[in-house]
């Protein structure tokens, strides 16, 4: 389905297109039409166009024009009361398509501020949600993993509030305390039980991590992948493994001997093995796209964790400027607070199964979670 067609000499995208407008295939020169967005058997189909006679012409592709259209005629369908626009300003941004509501709602504020990435993610995803969070919008961020046909997942916003509240640290905004005498009151507060059942994966990484200092235990590693070789110096490797107090987690390590290793590790449960099964698609999509030389570009990611999790997570694949290859690892807690390691890596048919056998072999721990 074509999503690109001429109009007076111009390129125009299905939304700014009228049925009674004479439309051509910038290809084939064909006459086109306008299809406005339907479903068919069940599913999505954004608005398109068709040609009149050549029915082998695929016509133009240019596949973020392509995104952002299916992307708009499906957030019209879904929000028919807002005002949907493609490259519209929001403060210091531009974004890709925005929905704007007529009176801000909870908690999605303002609208919602998409982000279409097709090929150079190289953007800072966390300064760029909290310029959207500034102006009051929620933020809606899309890649080809969201994509099916003509139709897109748009399930997964990340809403306004409470992120646009802003990080207080230390004394900000508060006098000095002083006091004459020292003193330990002590103070015995009841949290409320949905605090707790929201906050519960980070408390519960908090108290493994002081029982993993007080404890005599070590790491138990269950599943691993070299990612270096016996000769190198620097030991890279992802691994799965479990805490000294329970619990899985994916880590992602590097370091040389006798040193101490720069890692992060995730926290995983049985909610996430989903998300841990397409990690091999991904990183086998990454190694097909082209690399640009001198340039770094994200050839793909993949969110482990959703947005609505205490926890976010992602594992990525980045193509360095000498057209090498980094695999990141990282997470952000709700807090804003982020870490994340990346590492060489050298892509192989072999370095493909290890990791496809890697992550098929996960379910079975986290099952019994």
Not at 101 to 129: C, M, W, Y
Not at 154 to 162: K, N, S
Request: proline share 8%.
């Amino acid at each position: 389905m074509p999503f690109t067609a001429t109009h007076n000499g111009e390129r125009v995208l299905p939304h700014e297109a009228k049925s009674a407008d004479s439309l051509v295939c910038p290809v084939c020169d064909d006459a086109m039409s306008v299809v406005a967005e339907h479903r068919r058997r069940g599913g999505f189909v954004a608005r398109h166009f068709r040609h009149q006679t050549n029915d082998e012409c695929r016509g133009e592709s240019i596949p973020h024009l392509r995104m952002k259209a299916i992307a708009f005629s499906k957030l019209v369908t879904t929000y028919p009361d807002a005002d949907v626009s493609i490259e519209k300003p929001v403060g210091p941004r531009r974004a890709d398509v925005l929905v704007e509501f007529p009176e801000p709602r909870q908690p999605l504020g303002k609208g919602i501020a998409v982000e279409v990435q097709h090929r150079n993610n190289s953007k800072d995803l966390f300064a760029t949600d909290q310029d959207y969070y500034d102006e009051g919008f929620s933020v809606l961020w899309l890649s080809e993993q969201h994509y099916s046909d003509y139709d897109v997942a748009i399930d997964h916003v990340q809403p306004v509030w409470p992120k646009a509240l802003p990080q207080l640290r230390g004394y900000d905004g508060l006098s000095w305390p002083v006091m004459d005498e020292p003193s330990t009151p002590e103070i015995q507060v009841s949290l409320p039980p949905d605090y707790l059942d929201h906050h519960q994966p980070s408390i519960r990484e908090a108290f493994e991590r002081g029982q993993r200092q007080r404890s005599n235990r070590s790491w138990t590693t269950h599943r691993q992948v070299w990612l270096s070789t016996p000769r190198q110096p620097t030991k890279r490797s992802l691994q799965f493994a479990e805490a000294p107090a329970g619990g899985f987690y994916l880590k992602l390590s590097k370091g040389k001997k006798g040193e101490r290793p720069e890692f992060v590790h995730v926290p995983l449960s049985e909610g996430d093995v989903d998300s841990l099964q397409n990690v091999p698609e991904v990183v086998s999509s990454a190694l097909e796209k082209d690399q640009t030389e001198g340039e770094w570009q994200d050839q793909e990611v993949c969110w482990l964790k959703a947005y609505d999790d205490p926890v976010t997570a992602w594992l990525k694949v980045v193509s360095t400027p000498d057209n090498g290859y980094l695999l990141e690892l990282g997470k952000k807690d709700a807090n804003g607070q982020s870490d994340q390691v990346k590492t060489s890596f050298t892509p192989s048919e072999k370095f493909q199964y290890n990791i496809r056998d890697f992550f098929d072999g996960l379910e079975p721990y986290l099952s019994k979670e």
